[in-house]
């Protein structure tokens, strides 16, 4: 059980002492000192301790002396709506959307300089347009993009095909692990997780020379194909061949960062990973919301985000 903190000593040893005027009183046991509840709860500091202090309502229930339907509808009657910023000079942009189960999700895209969100947008699924009404939406409002960072789908990358674009490499490391297991047993598998391991370190040119000689050295085992039963014929290796060509398709953009042209141009999109982290962090914290709320969650958190840091925070 929650108990209000005294605001003189801290102590949390505090009883109700009767009420004077309507007004619920409070006695501390530590310090002796008396005191009313706080009925004026400002809007402001009770949805930072709702979102950023991460307090359940329990909590600020307790805090504020009153009931947990009082600060229910108190939360209910603040309004938190996201409406995409007017932009103004241009950079590098992260795009990525995160889901909640299989029906809704939200697209948000990050400026890489500063981390201010660009764009945010609630979506259904993860589709194609989703992604073209983003970059649409941000160069409407005077933001000039420079390149774009993403992670998969690859129909973005003939859609964009006009900027340009950056594979984040930890997502592609992502990609041949999951067909390849964190220990494959194959002697081919194991040399081409370890060449992806190395990504980051490598040097475009320098990677797909080593990736050449690999598919080169390693020919027959890709080709190698065995006999089914029905006498039809399938290739041997099937999940290898899954990652070579993954990789095979995402090699002409996995270094777009080390072009002349492309200075200050991040190699993987971290930063709006962890921007996704922090919003599911906070909302793991209030658990059984319904979708409204959590919406309205979301846009407050997006708008806090921006906020701190237009002050500089």
Known sequence: MYKLKCPVCGDTRTVKNGKRKGIQTHLCKGCGYQFRNNTGISRDALWRNYQEGKQTILELAAAHGVSDS?????????????????????????LDATYWGHNWGVMLALDEGSGKPLYMAFIAHEKVQDYVDAIRSIEERGYTIKGIVIDGMKRLFSEFSSYKIQMCQYHMMQIVRRYLTRHPRLVAA??????????????????????????????????????????????????????????????????????????????????????????????????????ENRKRFISGFFLALKSKLEQGL
């Not at 409406?83 to 942009?93: D, K, S, T």
């Not at 000689?213 to 039963?229: A, G, I, M, V």
């Not at 200075?263 to 993987?268: E, F, K, L, S, Y």
């Open 190 to 291: 194991r040399e081409l997780k370890v060449l992806v391991d190395n990504i980051a370190n490598e040097d475009g040119a320098e990677f797909e020379d080593k990736y050449r000689h690999w598919k080169s050295k390693w020919e027959d085992t890709l080709d190698r194909r065995s006999t089914l039963k029905s006498g039809k014929t399938q290739f041997t290796h099937k999940r290898l061949r899954s990652a070579m060509r993954s990789v095979d398709f995402y090699l002409p953009y996995l270094f777009t960062y080390q072009l002349p042209e492309c200075d200050g141009m991040p190699n993987t999109n971290n930063k709006i990973e962890g921007a996704f982290t922090d919003l599911k962090k906070n909302l793991n914290n209030h658990s059984g919301m319904s979708k």
């Open 70 to 94: 009082t600060i229910k509808r108190r939360l209910r009657e603040i309004e938190k709506e996201w409406v995409q910023p007017q932009l103004a000079g241009g950079g590098y942009v992260h």
